[in-house]
């Protein structure tokens, strides 16, 4: 188990950027696959990007080409850089740990792998 703390939300036009931070503690974290997903009001929850303990990156088709995840194994540290946002990015965005390793976009898409949370962060983009 590792536990996440996310910053980096707020308040954003569209066309802007923002970047996103996933702090983790607790041991290898190096070793987890991690996630960010969103939940927009009344709509579910929704998978963002992945990336493996390797750093292959995964994306769902409406962020590839403007998000990039990232992660620095060495600060414990997972990142979504956010560009040419939309209103349609408006959501509490949450990062996760899976501990599976074995294909990327299978884990990514079943939020039921992924064991640990943390407690998201808002993102607005104005129009």
């Known amino acids: 188990q590792v536990q996440l703390v996310e910053s980096g939300g707020g308040l954003v036009q569209a066309g802007g950027s923002l970047k996103l931070s996933c702090a983790a503690s607790?041991?290898?974290?190096?070793?987890?696959?991690m996630g960010w997903f969103r939940q927009a009001p009344g709509k579910e929850r929704e998978f963002v990007a992945a990336?493996?303990?390797?750093?292959?990156?995964y994306y769902t088709v409406s962020v590839k080409g403007r998000f990039t995840i990232s992660r620095d194994n060495a600060e414990n540290t997972v990142y979504l850089q956010m560009n040419s946002m939309k209103p349609e990015d408006t959501a509490i965005y949450s990062c996760?740990?899976?501990?599976?390793?074995?294909?990327?976009?299978?884990?990514?898409?079943?939020?039921?792998?992924?064991?640990?949370w943390g407690q998201g962060t808002q993102v607005t983009v104005s129009s």
């Open positions: 990336i493996s303990s390797g750093g292959e990156p």
């Open positions: 607790g041991r290898a974290f190096s070793i987890y696959t």
């Open positions: 996760a740990a899976s501990p599976f390793t074995a294909g990327l976009e299978r884990i990514s898409r079943d939020p039921r792998l992924f064991g640990s």
